[in-house]
């Protein structure tokens, strides 16, 4: 797959006018393309803005609710439960994360739940809003169906992420981002959408069997981790966190929460969990921080298994990722982006000063969804002005 890179503001204000087109206000535009754009940035892309479009079309099929009132409808000494009235995921929880963090600085540890939400992206934006304060966050949500228990052929629950962020003190901070499936189903649907098979492992099918083939895994179940031997432990993860997010909020659970694609009718009804809490609770912040450093280093010095040139923490990765496409572009698949097939035009939507096309294999889109009505005029590739080689 070839790729090109594309500037990283240009992403943002083409993402941002599509969603106040939409009738969002530019405020809460402009936090989910930022929830969606770290993502890109940090090599996400499974959770980036390849989901621009079906958020597009739910808000335009009124599942979505562009202004939604999110609102406290519970609140005690450390925990608060929002109502999120509908809206989009990333702006429902970032407010509940926000109202979790006034606890915990205020009170040392605070908690939010947040129910009738929506996809809300990557967990790991939402645990790291912590870091800027020197607090220990945490985050997770529930999802539409993807994991069935051990045992069982029908899927039960979703594949539920949840997210770490622990600050160090010389060294980069801890984060870590991870679903209770082997891989996040965003990942399948990006190799479908690029006509790629899957690596063995990542998949099963309709009637439980492996499976390398795209079409056959989205048709059929996620994988648990731990799988084949212990799925157990990625399934129970699952459940544990469906409990805290559903459960905690009085949302739905299970095969109750609405589908992401493929679904014109019903809302998701997702519910979120977040907490966070002070380090000096326990211990001198300093002293903590030390030892996380140390922890680091020493795991890091491991010897090297043969075909590794280097061992690297949760959120090393995704640091190194992000500090490259800060500077040069988030890359985008070249090879797909000049074909008819896969653009719909953007003009009229972002208006006569918007040069630039998107590139819907990035997207996560083959082809145009029916019913859509925004134009995605070209590629991003072709905004060649903008573009960093």
Known sequence: ???????????????????????????HA??????????????????????????????RLGIINPRPQIRVVEERDLAVVMDGDAGPGQVVACRAMEECLARARQRGVGFAVARRSNHFGAAGYYAMMALPYGLVG????????????????????????LAWAIPAGQERPIVLDVATSVVAGGKIDLLAAEGERLPEGWALDATGLPTTDPAAAQAGLGIPLGWP????????????????SAALAGGPFGPHVGELYNNPNTPQGVSHFFAAFKIESFRAVKDFKADVDAMIREVKAQPLAKGFSK????????????ADRRLNGVPLSATLSGSGSNALSMSGVCGANCIVNADLAFFGLNAPRAGMDYDIAGSFVGAAAFAKQ
């Open 311 to 322: 061992i690297m923490v949760a959120g090393e990765p995704e640091h190194i990722t992000e």
């Open 30 to 59: 402009a936090t989910l393309v930022r929830v969606q754009l770290e993502a890109d940035l940090r090599g996400m892309h499974s959770h980036g803005m390849r989901a621009v479009p079906v958020y597009l079309e739910r808000i």
């Open 138 to 161: 945490f985050a997770t949500t529930n999802g539409n169906l993807v994991l069935a228990p051990p045992g069982g052929t029908e899927a039960a629950l979703g594949n539920n992420p």
């Open 229 to 244: 031997v212990a799925g157990h432990k990625g399934f129970g993860l699952a459940m544990a966190i469906e409990i805290l």
């Open 1 to 27: 797959m070839e790729y090109v890179r594309v500037d990283v503001e240009l992403l943002r204000r083409v993402a941002e006018e599509l969603f106040v087109h939409a009738g969002l206000s530019p405020e």
